[in-house]
């Protein structure tokens, strides 16, 4: 499996990006994928993620800002971010399991990141 982020750079505070993930994984539809973020020096939190038959879930902090996707068509997954804040700002990865695990970290499968900054 692998997953590659593009999308990622610099906006101003109330700015949007668009992130995407394409996913070379087999049966695609039915994984549950996710996107973390990592600031510097804190820990990777959950974003948003979305399965198969389950509805989206988000982190608080982003609910009602970001909104995530996926076309099965392309095995790709997004993340539209509107209103964008400074603590946006961090490393973001896609994730993939092949079962359900919401905001839960423990992927098992992890792209190499792309870098959000806002300011």
């Known amino acids: 499996v692998q997953l590659v982020e593009s999308g990622g750079g610099s906006v101003r505070t109330g700015g949007s990006l668009r992130l995407s993930c394409d996913a070379s994984?087999?049966?695609?539809?039915?994984?549950?994928m996710g996107w973390f973020r990592q600031p510097p020096g804190k820990e990777r939190e959950g974003v948003a993620a979305i399965g198969a038959y389950e509805s989206p879930s988000y982190a608080t902090s982003v609910m009602g800002r970001f909104t995530i996707s996926k076309d099965n068509t392309k095995n790709t997954l997004y993340l539209q971010m509107d209103s964008l804040k400074p603590e946006d700002s961090a490393m973001y990865y896609c994730a993939a399991h092949p079962w359900f695990r919401g905001l839960n970290p423990g992927y098992q499968f992890w792209g190499q990141g792309t870098q959000v900054t806002v300011s």
């Open positions: 994984v087999y049966s695609y539809s039915i994984f549950c």
